[in-house]
């Protein structure tokens, strides 16, 4: 079955380091994303891709980056990591022909 | 832009009884997409249902259904026959279908808590 997989699925990583969460999916999706999910303000856009070579920015991008080098995977680097990027990373990806986007398992990230 | 509003930070009910989450939202796109997620506490979101802005029909999924009010602007959840395993976050979701195609904005969610 095809699928989106997340990680690590947990890191706990001090501020200033760089940090990478991977996301990898096989359903052969154009679309990727990347959202945060904070209590208190639901799920914020990061950033998303339509496709190879493209990335573009979302609500909250400050701090992050993207790269899309193939259309199974959308790698979101923090180049320095800050406290205020403690959160739950979610992943997703879709099709334009569907109505659905599916979602990855989370990483939960802390800084300190 | 476009924005989702719920409400309901929580809400209760009990086993057997059916439940609204209310969502309305804000766009000045004319197609678009309503989505309902759930998030047990294990932290996965979960997609339940889906409604176009063009459908002629409420969405209905098992025991979910969509109560969309065009005119209102408003999107809610109906669980039917309420499960302990319905306790979770739910999130209402949009994405406008012509500009910005295919992210998703999202709620801040209501907690559901299901009792015996």
Redesign the interface.
């Known amino acids: 079955d095809a699928e989106i997989t997340q990680s690590p699925r947990h890191k706990i990583t001090e501020t200033g380091r760089q940090v990478t969460l991977a996301c990898h999916q096989t359903w052969n999706h154009n ?1 990727m ?1 990347w ?1 945060r999910q904070d209590l ?6 990061i950033h ?1 891709s ?1 496709g190879v070579h493209d990335t573009n920015k ?1 609500e909250v991008s400050d701090g992050y980056s993207v790269s899309r080098s193939n259309t199974e995977d959308l790698p979101l680097t923090l180049e320095s990591a800050a406290s205020s990027q403690t959160s ?1 990373y ?1 992943c ?1 990806s ?1 099709d ?1 022909r569907r ?5 990855g ?2 990483s939960w990230l802390t800084v300190v | 832009a476009q924005k ?1 509003t719920q409400t309901q930070p929580g809400m209760f009910v009990q086993e057997k009884e059916a439940v609204t989450l209310d969502c309305t939202y804000d766009t000045s796109d004319p197609s678009y ?1 309503l ?1 309902w ?1 759930k998030q047990p506490s294990s ?3 979960i ?1 339940l249902i ?1 409604q ?1 802005s063009y459908d002629q029909q409420n969405a209905t999924e098992g025991r979910y259904s969509l109560n969309f009010q065009k005119a209102r602007k408003s999107a809610n959840l109906v669980i039917s026959a309420s499960q302990l395993g319905d306790s979770a976050m739910y ?1 209402c ?1 949009m ?1 406008n279908l012509n500009s910005g ?9 209501t907690m559901l808590l299901v009792s015996p």
Do not use: D, P
């Open positions: 679309n994303f959202y208190g303000h639901g799920l914020r856009l998303y339509y979302g739950v979610f997703a879709s334009n109505n659905t986007i599916y979602f398992e989370g | 989702i997409g989505f997620y932290g996965e979101m997609f889906y176009g999130f979701a994405r195609y295919s992210t998703l904005t999202f709620g801040k969610g």
